[in-house]
């Protein structure tokens, strides 16, 4: 039998989708391409992001979801229609849809919007930061602080749970898509070189696998670089340079202690008696933007507290989402 139960973790870079009896249905790229005249869907997932930039001017694509909220609901609609008809069953019970914990009375209201016109007669919403820790095997109904840092694409939303509620919190709107960012205006300013928003993310990529390599060989760092290609501005021909990665770590740098800025803010607002409880077990970070290596070890040492990774960054928010519609109790933001 199927089980009509649904949850979505909707991302800014990542959608993924689970029901009660199998598990995770789903789990792509947060791209839809449409047709321009039609908008009939072309494309969804990983198809879709590798047409960005591709495309001819009877398609387009879209990345609906910004900052963690619905940015173009004309899209996300359509996306989302596609995704739970190729992955689920038509029968619509109930849907849980997690979101960051920042989200403002407006932004709510369209995933509100969103569930209802997705055609489910009961719709939940939940806080990401909470299904993220309860994804990572907290027990978050428990009395006892914790504190979860989930650095995603567009948001880092960063709390401190007991009781099954988030008591301190922030979202804050730096992630890891601003890493990205910083690479494009670092390889512009210095270099005159244009790249994609692609690109930059696969030299992110790149970056963090090679850094996670030097610190797992206890390297403090070492001369090798990655190759760029993209458009030289001036001379408007096609270009290629090597970066170091010492200019990457540079980039990121700022934005990593601005990270760490919130995370304090957050910390100065905890009790006393929750700070022990973190000081005991430590911060947990997970999100995509926990996979610079670089950024557990500057918490870590900024905060002064222990800073453990999440083994599965880009699913705890999913897995916490399945132990909820599983039967795990938790308090909704909507219901
Ligand atoms: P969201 O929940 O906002 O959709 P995710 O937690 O799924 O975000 O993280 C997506 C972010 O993580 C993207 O910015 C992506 O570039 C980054 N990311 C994904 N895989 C890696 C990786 N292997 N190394 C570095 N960054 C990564
Ligand atoms: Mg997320």
Known sequence: MFSDEIAIDLGTANTLVYNKSQGLLYNAPSYVAQNTENKKIVALGSQAKEMVGRTNPLIMTSRPLLDGVI????????????????TSPPLKRKL????????????????????????????????????????????INQSYGRMIVDIGAGTTDIAVISLGSIVVGESIKIASD???????????????????KLTA????????EKIKGLMEHCQESDDSFIEV???????????????????IRECICPLENMLIEAIQGVLSRTKPELLSDIMEEGILITG???LIPHVAKQIEIACELPVRQSDFPLDSVGKGLELKIKGYPVKPKYA
Do not use: W
């Not at 601003?178 to 205006?185: G, L, Q, R, S, Y």
């Open 71 to 86: 940015s173009e609901y004309e899209c996300v609609l359509p996306m989302m229609k596609e995704v739970l008809r190729r």
């Open 288 to 290: 995509g933007g926990s």
């Open 96 to 139: 849980t849809i997690s979101v960051p914990n920042g989200v403002s009375d407006i932004e709510m209201r369209a995933v509100v919007d969103l569930g209802y016109q997705l055609g489910y007669r009961k719709l939940e919403i939940v806080d990401e930061p909470l299904m993220a820790a309860l994804g990572e095997g907290l027990d």
């Open 201 to 208: 993310e696969r030299i992110k990529m790149i970056y963090a």
């Open 229 to 247: 290609s993209g458009l030289h501005i001036i001379k408007g021909i096609p270009g290629i340079i090597e970066v170091e990665l010492r200019e």
């Open 178 to 196: 601003d890493f990205d960012d910083a690479i494009i205006k670092m390889i512009q300013d210095k270099y005159r070189l244009k790249i994609g």
